[in-house]
């Protein structure tokens, strides 16, 4: 019996990662695709993840919508917050330097 199990085991075990392989290669993943779409004018320094974390962090709320804007020569995160109150309000980060304006 234990005989039995060990090849099945390994050929599931190279089924299943060979299934995994085929479908990370197909589908970009979505922070991929949105960079491509809306890159902005002027190189970024703060990224738009970081720009989430740290408004995440110093307001204690969610951000729930995220877009980049351009203001002039400058590059402006945007991002829509949920709190805990369930208040929603805007939060714009400067993309050269972080901060918060």
């Given at each position: 019996m234990n005989a039995l199990r060990r090849p099945?085991?390994?050929?599931?075990a190279l089924v299943?990662?060979?299934?995994?392989?085929?479908?990370?290669?197909?589908?970009?993943?979505?922070?991929?695709?949105?960079a491509r779409r809306s890159p902005p004018r002027i190189a970024a320094r703060v990224s738009m993840d970081q720009a989430v974390m740290l408004a995440e962090?110093?307001?204690r709320a969610r951000v729930v919508r995220a877009e980049?804007?351009?203001e002039g020569d400058r590059t402006i995160y945007v991002l829509?917050?949920?709190?805990?109150?369930?208040?929603?309000?805007?939060?714009r980060v400067d993309a050269a330097s972080g901060t918060i304006l």
């Open positions: 099945t085991t390994a050929a599931l299943l990662m060979a299934g995994g392989a085929v479908a990370g290669a197909v589908a970009p993943s979505p922070p991929q695709a949105v962090h110093r307001y980049t804007r351009t829509r917050m949920l709190d805990g109150a369930g208040r929603v309000f805007s939060v």
